[in-house]
């Protein structure tokens, strides 16, 4: 239409005046100017905003129910966090789907470094037990930093005549098939955790799935399931009372708590390793100045002498990292125990 106008005027089509064409590169350039002025006022107040972060509560979410070993590790450090990054901390469960719920409420949450999730193995092990899910594990988190491991002793019933994990691994292979193992249910830790030593040692159990770890190690103290995978905080009282007979520890080293329990690897099944780690992330664009104050005041949570006491006697290890070593980890159990539950073939969908 301008075309038309100039030729109107007596000007070719095409060939506006010089002072159209300069007018026309002006109002260019000054909305170019404009537009630079809005997005760097947004950089500064972004920047501002992270600097004086946080000026409000915060909210965690934890995918679990009240009273569950992630509830309660993240209930026992809040006080502390809330405390150093001056706000107060909102503990909020919305449980449901193996922690898919809570998990997706966050990845969709703002990215301000007000809505955060307390998250354990889960996160890294759900893309390979469903065949869809709402987020993305591996892009829709920045991950903040690691809090606590839940470990796993290897426990069998007083019954069995075997004292060790080697004993236990001929037995299993000279009677395929009668020995059976319980769990708390399909898809959780010591459940991917027997499948993982069945694979690493080459024998064949059977699984007993429970709704929960309580009616599970009532029925390993009884014999009616020779073995199990459980929470070191849970069976410590039956291990003291004779009840139950540990055989190893399922992470890689030994630990303070338990020092002449021998780990799986070393009694025998080299390169195991199960831990059901925790930590913190946030949605994956929040400020990197709010992901650093957030990892400063964790770690320093974690290692305040009264919150590292009572961690430890619920039988958690304290693991403290910063987001790049918390990134690797995700990376790499999501790699390592997905690779174990397609082997094994499990599904919750």
Not at 28 to 56: E, F, M, N, Q, R
Not at 173 to 194: D, F, M, Q, V
Not at 202 to 220: C, E, F, I, R, W
Request: proline share 7%.
């Amino acid at each position: 239409m301008g075309s038309a106008r100039f030729v109107m005027w007596g000007y070719p089509a095409g060939k506006a005046p010089a002072f159209q064409r300069a007018s026309r590169i002006h109002i260019v350039a000054t909305i170019g100017i404009a537009i630079g002025i809005v997005v760097l006022a947004g950089c500064v107040w972004t920047a501002h905003a992270a600097s004086d972060y946080p000026t409000k509560p915060i909210r965690i979410v934890v995918g679990f129910a009240p009273g569950s070993g992630l509830d309660v590790s993240i209930r026992t450090i809040s006080p502390k966090l809330s405390e150093l990054l001056g706000q107060q901390i909102i503990v909020e469960n919305r449980v449901g789907a193996s922690g898919i719920v809570g998990t997706d409420i966050v990845a969709k949450a703002s990215a301000d470094g007000y809505t955060l999730l307390f998250t354990t193995t889960d996160l890294a092990i759900n893309q390979a037990l469903f065949s869809t899910l709402p987020y993305d594990p591996l892009k829709d988190f920045a991950a903040i930093g690691r809090a606590v491991n839940f470990l796993y002793f290897l426990v069998i019933n007083s019954y069995l005549p075997v004292k060790s994990i080697k004993e236990l691994i001929v037995l299993a292979k000279a009677n395929p098939r009668s020995l059976s193992y319980a769990s708390a249910g399909n898809g959780t830790p010591p459940h991917i955790g027997a499948e993982m030593f069945k694979q690493l040692s080459n024998v064949d159990l059977v699984h007993v799935p429970y709704k929960g770890s309580a009616q599970a190690l009532t029925d390993v103290i009884s014999g009616q399931v020779q073995l199990m995978f459980v929470n070191t905080a849970s069976s410590m009282p039956y291990v003291r009372a004779g009840r139950l007979r540990v055989l190893g520890i399922s992470t890689a080293q030994r630990v303070a708590a338990a020092p002449d329990v021998p780990t799986i690897a070393e009694s025998g099944v080299p390169g195991y390793e199960l831990i059901a780690w925790t930590g913190i992330v946030a949605p994956r664009a929040t400020p990197p100045e709010v992901v650093r104050r957030l990892n400063q005041e964790l770690v320093r949570s974690l290692q305040a002498p009264e919150i590292k006491e009572k961690l430890l006697a619920q039988g958690s290890e304290v693991t403290p990292s910063n987001p790049e070593l918390f990134t690797q980890l995700i990376l790499s159990d999501t790699d390592r125990l997905g690779r174990v539950v397609k082997t094994a073939k499990m599904r919750l969908d």
